[in-house]
């Protein structure tokens, strides 16, 4: 089965530009939830969806969102780029929304702020 | 809210010695815990995950050991390989789908 898909891999944008990453969750997965990692904050949450539908949103700004198709694949979008948005986005799937089953993550998408 | 605390950012073990990992708490009503690898370039790999109702969970060469009273729970590599260098977390469930995570620790093994 394949694991997590995230595109692309590695963007270099400048400050003020929006960008667009990719999600595919595993196959059959239906809840897709997206982190920003960087070495001063770690591992922090952003979003998760199920069924097209945001359930939980983590301390970021608005200039951060996101949204999930019918086929369970997810985007997310960041708008107004700043200097402090360079982190390695990951995202990461779960079947569905019990909080007892581990989330399995892509190798994430590393953006470049210049 | 839930927070989540390594004990050692890093950690170094001789090749073929036990390595052991710890991960605190702070939500004496969180019932699952997931330990993750993650190697250079890549996302967490899932290792192994442990329920609330259990206090040892093994599995190939990792065991995860939980102590509720306390609320503190450890990783244990048996006869770690140069493959199992890599930074590992812990993290526990705040919410729906929302993974708090530890702030890692990085095992460097020397040959």
């Known amino acids: 089965k394949a694991g997590v898909t995230q595109t692309p891999r590695y963007l270099i944008k400048t400050r003020g530009q929006q960008v667009t990453l990719s999600c595919s969750p595993i196959s059959g997965h239906r809840s897709v939830s997206w982190y920003q990692q960087t070495p001063g904050q770690g591992l922090q949450f952003l979003f998760e969806y199920f069924s097209e539908t945001q359930r939980n949103k983590g301390n970021f700004p608005g200039r951060f969102s996101g949204r999930q198709f019918s086929n369970s694949r997810s985007e997310m979008n960041v708008s107004t780029l700043e200097l402090g948005d360079s982190a390695l986005y990951l995202c990461?799937?779960?079947?569905?929304?019990?909080?007892?089953?581990?989330?399995?993550f892509g190798d994430g998408t590393r953006l470049s702020i210049l | 809210g839930e927070s989540v605390g390594l004990h050692l950012p890093t950690l170094s073990v001789q090749e073929g010695d036990n390595s052991i990992i710890n991960c605190a708490y702070s939500?004496?009503?969180?019932?699952?815990f997931i330990w993750y690898k993650q190697e250079s370039g890549k996302g967490p790999q899932f290792i192994i995950d442990?329920?609330?109702?259990?206090d040892k969970r093994q599995g190939q060469r990792v065991t995860v050991l939980l102590n509720k009273t306390v609320k503190h729970l450890s990783l244990q590599i048996a006869a770690t390989q140069p493959g199992d260098s890599a930074v590992y977390f812990c993290?526990?469930?705040?919410?729906?789908?929302?993974?708090?995570f530890g702030q890692g620790t990085r095992l460097t093994i020397n040959p």
């Open positions: 442990i329920r609330s109702n259990m």
């Open positions: 990461a799937s779960s079947p569905g929304v019990a909080s007892n089953q581990p989330q399995h």
């Open positions: 993290a526990v469930y705040q919410g729906a789908q929302k993974l708090v």
């Open positions: 939500n004496s009503a969180s019932d699952y």
